[in-house]
């Protein structure tokens, strides 16, 4: 893979033309490679999908103006993560504290779904973001496909860790794993992912940045 900027990259053929078309459609949106955003020292890093049509591909941040934020921010607001509840725009004033948000795949892809060999694609520039990482770090995983991009990137087999709501997983390196069913709109709604679950699982993570 080249070194352009990931701003800049364009590796993944469909994604590049389906951004395009949004740019097309959409002419003030983001619409671009959705870079990570937060404490670059962080120890801990959530792993999301990818950029959401009118979230994080309108606003250029993640997980910032669409509903799966709404339920994210607020918990890292009440666990001291974030400085404010509510992730509007880029200029918000919003700031993460000791937190980082990404996605396995930076590029928003048609109707949410990435094919295997665009997620596989994209897993360079994570494993770029997941090096050198202090021992305790803990990986937040929303979802089997950021669950499965954090092992890929970490270089380990897809059997090394099973992903599972509030699952937790000790990874070489004295990293952790930490995983939790997607804070999307679909979850919620259905009641597969509650606030409490969620409080819970950030309940977790705050134990295991603190050493337990």
């Avoid at 360079?124 to 669950?147: D, F, I, K, Q, R």
């Avoid at 069913?181 to 979850?187: D, E, K, T, V």
Wanted: aromatic content about 8%.
């Amino acid at each position: 893979m080249s070194q352009l900027p990931l701003e800049n990259c364009q590796h993944c053929p469909r994604l590049a033309q389906h951004l395009a078309e949004v740019r097309s459609a959409w002419p003030t949106y983001y619409a671009k490679p959705v870079l990570p955003f937060g404490d670059p020292a962080a120890r801990l890093i959530i792993v999301g999908l990818a950029p959401g049509l009118h979230g994080a591909n309108a606003s250029g941040r993640p997980f910032t103006g669409d509903h799966a934020g709404i339920l994210l921010y607020q918990t890292l607001c009440d666990f001291g993560f974030s400085n404010q509840p509510l992730s509007t725009h880029r200029g918000d004033g919003l700031q993460l504290l000791n937190c980082r948000i990404t996605n396995a795949v930076k590029c928003l892809p048609p109707a949410n779904k990435p094919t295997t060999a665009e997620i596989k694609t994209c897993n360079t520039w994570l494993t770029a973001e997941l090096t050198e990482l202090p021992v305790g770090t803990v990986l937040l995983a929303l979802g089997t496909v950021a669950h499965q991009a954090v092992l890929r990137a970490r270089e380990l087999s897809p059997s090394a860790a099973k992903f599972a709501h509030a699952a937790q997983h000790a990874l070489p390196g004295g990293l952790w794993l930490l995983d939790s069913y997607h804070c999307s709109r679909y979850n919620t709604q259905t009641k597969r992912l509650t606030a409490p679950m969620f409080q819970a699982v950030f309940a977790q993570a705050r134990q295991l940045l603190n050493g337990l």
